[in-house]
């Protein structure tokens, strides 16, 4: 099977999109198909090797959200390329500019579309609205989801949270739920990480002694990590030999720099910054617990990654993670913010307990690794072709039409 898969974000980025489709394409290619990824263009490219059989087109700074890139909407140069590369399904990652390319090429070659929505909008309408008329944003956010999606072939979520919004929004086409995988291996701790570690440790100023509660993620207001740095002052001040190591970057850094330090921990807290995904894995290393307390994640990879490293996970109640976290068999919840300290206290002062988080947790990291995501998705690529062709579906689109797009 020849797949294109078309995103806004891929490799050198570090989100939970690009790290899933980086997974995906590598997991494909070992079970024999061939994969082609569609995405936008980046600056860090320009001193990186590129991944085999990618495309990039011209993209900019999203404007409000800078960190993210947004792709021209077409390119006749790659849309002929793709022309000759015998695609036989259209997979996209997104809903806008690649995403909108990926539905142009499917229509002009006469491919299925399968879509994964990966992203509440709903939980990010503020970047844009800046906080006015949000019932009207939010209304819009779920019309937009459901047009795009109505338009597809076929949908996938990796949560059946996501999958029953996306009902609730009336999406009408098949839905598959399918967990998104990781590289456990690469998480997993090895005899020869001791060294590393201790370097890592020493970078940060944090001793052999101290406690690390740890975050990786985008430092952005809807991550809700505000929340948990309000609720640490009585636990470091019971513990003060604790630091809280955040891996990530964003636009709600400055807030919560001024929070901790207007909460007198200032000192505790560590800003690592954004960091090479090669990196990632090592900085889950350090962690003694992993803390979230966000309820915007459609399955929340990070939380995997972490229990994959043997790191236990304490996060706010959701249904992204019900099937993931059971409390007090593979991690900690919360429903309240006021039940942190409460709850940091036994996952890092009871070793008995932490034992037992530890082992079922790397259990459940087990069940979702990328091969199995890769099998799911092959799955889905082939119900969906089968569907396609039963039905004998067909774009309407002129002979001159396709010629324009392609040629």
Known sequence: MVAGIFTDTFFPEINGVA??????????????????????????????????????????????????????????????????LNLDIIHTNTEFSLGMFGKLIAAALNKPVLHT????????????????????????????????????????????????????????????????????????RSDGDAEKIDALKAEFGIGPRDKVILYVGRLAREKNIDSVVRQLPAYIKAHPGTKFLMVGNGPWKQEIETLARGRGIGGHIIFAGERPWSEIAMFYKLGDVFVSASQSETQGLTFIEAMAAGVPVLARQDRSVEKLILDGHSGCLFADEAEIPAKLERVLGDETFRSRLIANARETAADNSAAQFAKNIERAYQNTLYEWDL?????????????????
């Not at 597809?152 to 995988?181: F, H, M, Q």
């Not at 039905?391 to 040629?407: D, E, M, N, P, W």
């Open 19 to 84: 790290t899933s489709v980086l997974l995906l394409k590598r997991e494909l290619e070992k079970i024999g198909h061939t994969v082609y990824v569609f995405t936008s263009s980046h600056p860090a490219m320009k001193r990186l090797p590129d991944v085999e059989h990618t495309y990039r087109l011209p993209s900019a700074p999203f404007v409000f959200l800078p960190a993210r890139r947004v792709a021209v909407f077409y390119k006749k140069s790659v849309a002929h390329q793709i022309s000759q």
């Open 117 to 188: 929505y990966h992203t509440l909008y709903e939980d990010y309408v503020h970047y844009i609205t800046k906080g006015r008329l949000p019932h009207f944003s939010a209304e819009m956010a779920r019309r937009f989801s459901r047009i795009y999606c109505n338009s597809c072939s076929a949908v996938v979520t990796p949560t059946d949270k996501t999958r029953d919004l996306l009902l609730e929004y009336n999406v009408e086409r098949p839905i598959s739920v399918i967990p998104t995988g990781i590289d456990v291996e690469q998480f997993r």
């Open 391 to 407: 039905l004998g579906k067909k774009y309407i689109l002129s002979k001159s039409v396709i010629q324009k797009i392609l040629l």
